[in-house]
């Protein structure tokens, strides 16, 4: 089953278009959403949790629709946003009350322990709260009421290394059963290259990869070299990007354009990242 499925959707808002998006995102994996800046991510995240409609097409979930299921499958959702959604006058405390009933699947024991892990005061206002611990309360609250989906939007950008680290062990502790998923959208690319199974790659609205990561990362390899080789070499419109400097060139290559019979042993290829990927191909159309 596929726990999310974009099926033609297109969505318009002012001079930004979400373009005929047709994909899915297998369930019982972790699968992370990326793309520059202004590419749509969030878009399609609201549009997930049926904050978008869309102009033209449908997203289903647990293979339904939001047109007659939106209790149902909100219930089976926990969700991480950036920014702060809850009440900020209210502690920890009082604001759990209010998240848990919502959710008839509510395990206080499991949130209780998630508080003691990630050391939060519950009698502490939310606006007392760092970036970091209003994060950690978003975390323990999404995982508490057991959802089958946990979607986090950029949820580690405010999180010191060592507890980032915590959490991507969550989520794969998470998603062990193989009957739960988690969609993850960051920026931190290095974050995915630990944890995630698959990638959805969106770029300027439209969807340029969606598979596994093993195979996004290897339809590409990083070259580099001397610039006398770059300036010898009419090899510029085969790069998706290039940088030089005094000391030489490094430029990402889609593997299949890629020939050592043609590029010769002056250059040296590497495997590149998943930052590495998306820093090159930020200008591509």
């Known amino acids: 089953m596929n726990v999310i499925e974009f099926r033609h959707f297109s969505k318009r808002n002012g001079e930004f278009t979400l373009k005929n998006l047709n994909f899915p995102i297998h369930s019982g994996y972790i699968t992370g959403l990326i793309g520059p800046n202004g590419s749509g991510k969030t878009t399609m995240i609201r549009s997930i949790m049926n904050l978008i409609r869309p102009d033209f097409g449908e997203v289903l979930v647990f293979d339904q629709s939001y047109r007659n299921k939106e209790r149902d499958i909100k219930r089976r959702i926990g969700f991480v946003y950036d920014e702060d959604f809850f009440y900020n006058h209210l502690t920890v405390n009082e604001m759990k009350k209010i998240v848990s009933s919502f ?141 030089q400097n005094a000391l030489g060139f490094e430029g990402l290559i889609a593997k299949e354009s890629y020939s050592e019979d043609v590029f010769g042993n002056q250059v040296t290829v590497e495997k590149p990242s998943l930052d590495d990927i998306l820093f090159y191909t930020r200008e591509e159309i």
């Open 103 to 243: 959710y008839p699947t509510w395990n206080e024991s499991a949130f209780r322990k998630y508080l003691d892990d990630f050391q939060l005061p519950t009698r502490r206002k939310i606006r007392d709260l760092s970036k970091g611990m209003k994060t950690k309360f978003a975390l323990a609250a999404a995982l508490a009421h057991e959802p089958d989906l946990l979607i986090m939007d950029e949820p580690t950008s405010g999180l010191d290394p060592v507890f980032r680290r915590e959490v991507l062990s969550i989520l794969s502790e998470y998603i062990q059963e193989g009957t739960r998923s988690v969609l993850f959208s960051t920026h931190i690319s290095t974050d995915l290259e630990r944890i995630a199974d698959y990638i959805v790659y969106i770029h300027h609205g439209q969807l340029k990869f969606s598979g596994s990561k093993e195979e996004l990362i290897d339809s590409y390899v990083l070259v580099k070299g001397p610039l006398e080789w770059l300036k010898t070499n009419r090899f510029g419109n085969t790069f998706s990007g290039i940088q």
